[in-house]
């Protein structure tokens, strides 16, 4: 999957299938949350960030670490992997909100199927959390 981020394009790409699992066994701790309530259905972002309470240190160095190895980013006229021997090449360059949403990209590419299978797929969660990314982002979705 393609897309950009401001100026920068990005390409994630496809984790083998146990390597799915291990994000998944993390990321479901964040939704668990999202239990249909319309509380929960009516603000997503409140029942992520306390969801996130219940991830460690170690599960958002894991989610993080997975999603920038099977992330690509377009650099002087190609693509080229964001880790390299297990060694981030762009962890200076990368600002928060940046690495949020290429985590966020990475997770839709992988674990769409996960959330199709799980009742919570039903609520939309995927396409709420969308409509809450910056309006550069959406901006470049939509054009």
């Known amino acids: ?6 100026e920068r394009r990005f390409r994630s790409h ?3 299938a146990p390597a799915q699992f291990k994000v998944f066994k993390r990321v479901a701790k964040v939704l668990g949350g999202f239990d249909g309530a319309d509380d929960t ?6 029942s992520i960030m306390e969801g996130l309470d219940l991830l460690t ?3 958002i160095d894991y989610i993080t670490e997975v999603c920038l190895a099977h992330t690509d980013i377009y650099d002087n006229g190609a693509y080229s ?3 390299k021997n297990g060694y981030s ?8 909100g940046e690495l949020i949403q290429i985590v966020y990209k990475c997770l839709e590419e ?3 199927d996960f959330l199709g299978c799980l009742p ?24």
Do not use: F
């Open 89 to 96: 090449m762009y962890e200076n360059q990368i600002k928060g």
């Open 110 to 112: 992988n674990l769409s």
């Open 57 to 59: 240190d170690a599960d």
């Open 14 to 16: 496809m984790m083998k």
């Open 41 to 46: 259905a009516s603000n997503p972002i409140k």
């Open 81 to 83: 992997p964001m880790v």
């Open 1 to 6: 999957m393609e897309y950009s981020i401001g």
């Open 120 to 143: 919570l797929g039903g609520l939309g969660i995927l396409d709420k959390l969308k409509e809450n990314l910056p309006a550069e982002t959406k901006a470049k979705k939509n054009g």
